[in-house]
C-alpha cells in the first residue's frame, strides 16, 4: 500500500468536486431546465486536467509492482466499460467511448514504463509536452472507432465524455513526472516535509480525495435522480 499525503487528496478531492459542479450544470442543461450555461463555451477540462495530473503523480506513490499496476489499470477499464455500457443504453447518441476512466485505465499500465526509480524526472516530462504537442498536429484529422482512443474520432462523432490519449495522457506523463520531484521514492521532498499537520478545513476535501472512484461512479447517477425528483416532466420527455 503506497503512502498517502493529505495535499494530494485535498488537490484529487478539489478538482472531483469541480467535475460534479460541472456534470450538475451539465444534467440541469441537458434535461432543458436552465439555459444560460453553454457545455460548449463552458469546457471541464480544467478539472479533468487537474484530476488526470493527480492520477498520474498518485502512480508514484502507490509504488505498486508492475503486475498490481496492471491489475488496476484493468479494474479502472471494467468499470470504464460499464460507464459506456450504461451511458449507451440511455444515451446512445452521444454515450461515452473512452472518457476520463478510460483513460485512466489505460494511462495506468501505459504508464508503467516510466514509473521505475531508475527513469529519471525528465522522461516521462518531456514525453508528456511531446504528446501534448503531437495532439496539435491531429487536429481535425478524421480517424475511425479504432482510432478514437488517439484522439482521431470520425466525422460526426460525439460524446458526452471524451479523454483520448493524445492529449491527455500526456498531462498524466507529466503527473508522473511531478510525482518523482515532489515525492521521490514515495516520500516527500525537503520542502513539502514542512507542511503541517492536516487542517480541519481540508477534512472534507481530502475524504472526497481518497474515495474518488466511488464517487466517479455514482455522482451521475445521483444527479440525474435528484433532478429527477426535482423536475420529473424535463427528465422524462428527454429519456423517453
Given at each position: 500500500?503506497?503512502?498517502?499525503?493529505?495535499?494530494?487528496?485535498?488537490?484529487?478531492?478539489?478538482?472531483?468536486?469541480?467535475?460534479v459542479?460541472?456534470?450538475?450544470?451539465?444534467?440541469?442543461?441537458?434535461?432543458?431546465i436552465?439555459?444560460?450555461?453553454?457545455?460548449?463555451?463552458?469546457?471541464?477540462?480544467?478539472?479533468?486536467?487537474?484530476?488526470?495530473?493527480?492520477?498520474?503523480?498518485?502512480?508514484?506513490?502507490?509504488?505498486?509492482?508492475?503486475?498490481?499496476?496492471?491489475?488496476?489499470?484493468?479494474?479502472?477499464?471494467?468499470?470504464?466499460?460499464?460507464?459506456?455500457?450504461?451511458?449507451?443504453?440511455?444515451?446512445?447518441?452521444?454515450?461515452?467511448?473512452?472518457?476520463?476512466?478510460?483513460l485512466?485505465?489505460?494511462?495506468?499500465?501505459?504508464?508503467?514504463?516510466?514509473?521505475?526509480?531508475?527513469?529519471?524526472?525528465?522522461?516521462?516530462?518531456?514525453?508528456?509536452?511531446?504528446?501534448?504537442?503531437?495532439?496539435?498536429?491531429?487536429?481535425?484529422?478524421?480517424?475511425?472507432?479504432?482510432?478514437?482512443?488517439?484522439?482521431?474520432?470520425?466525422?460526426?462523432?460525439?460524446?458526452?465524455?471524451?479523454?483520448?490519449l493524445?492529449?491527455?495522457?500526456?498531462?498524466?506523463?507529466?503527473?508522473?513526472?511531478?510525482?518523482?520531484?515532489?515525492?521521490?521514492?514515495?516520500?516527500?521532498?525537503?520542502?513539502?516535509?514542512?507542511?503541517?499537520?492536516?487542517?480541519?478545513?481540508?477534512?472534507?476535501?481530502c475524504?472526497?480525495?481518497?474515495?474518488?472512484?466511488?464517487?466517479?461512479?455514482l455522482?451521475?447517477?445521483?444527479?440525474?435522480?435528484?433532478?429527477?425528483?426535482?423536475?420529473?416532466?424535463?427528465?422524462?420527455?428527454?429519456?423517453?
Open positions: 500500500m503506497g503512502a498517502r499525503y493529505y495535499e494530494v487528496d485535498a488537490v484529487r478531492g478539489t478538482a472531483l468536486l469541480l467535475m459542479l460541472y456534470h450538475i450544470l451539465f444534467c440541469l442543461y441537458f434535461f432543458g436552465i439555459r444560460w450555461f453553454d457545455p460548449q463555451a463552458v469546457s471541464g477540462a480544467a478539472g479533468a486536467a487537474v484530476f488526470i495530473f493527480i492520477a498520474g503523480l498518485s502512480l508514484i506513490l502507490a509504488g505498486r509492482k508492475p503486475a498490481r499496476t496492471v491489475k488496476r489499470g484493468l479494474q479502472l477499464l471494467f468499470f470504464a466499460l460499464i460507464i459506456t455500457a450504461v451511458t449507451g443504453i440511455i444515451y446512445p447518441q452521444g454515450f461515452v467511448v473512452f472518457g476520463i476512466l478510460h485512466i485505465g489505460c494511462g495506468t499500465i501505459l504508464a508503467i514504463p516510466f514509473l521505475s526509480g531508475k527513469v529519471q524526472w525528465f522522461i516521462p516530462a518531456v514525453s508528456g509536452i511531446g504528446i501534448i504537442i503531437l495532439s496539435c498536429f491531429l487536429q481535425g484529422v478524421s480517424g475511425n472507432l479504432l482510432l478514437l482512443p488517439f484522439g482521431m474520432p470520425y466525422p460526426g462523432f460525439t460524446s458526452i465524455d471524451y479523454e483520448p493524445i492529449p491527455w495522457f500526456g498531462v498524466m506523463l507529466l503527473g508522473v513526472s511531478a510525482g518523482k520531484i515532489l515525492y521521490p521514492a514515495g516520500k516527500r521532498c525537503t520542502f513539502l516535509s514542512r507542511l503541517p499537520e492536516m487542517p480541519t478545513v481540508l477534512r472534507p476535501l475524504f472526497a480525495g481518497r474515495h474518488t472512484l466511488l464517487i466517479y461512479l455522482h451521475v447517477p445521483v444527479i440525474i435522480l435528484g433532478v429527477f425528483l426535482l423536475f420529473p416532466d424535463a427528465v422524462l420527455s428527454v429519456l423517453f
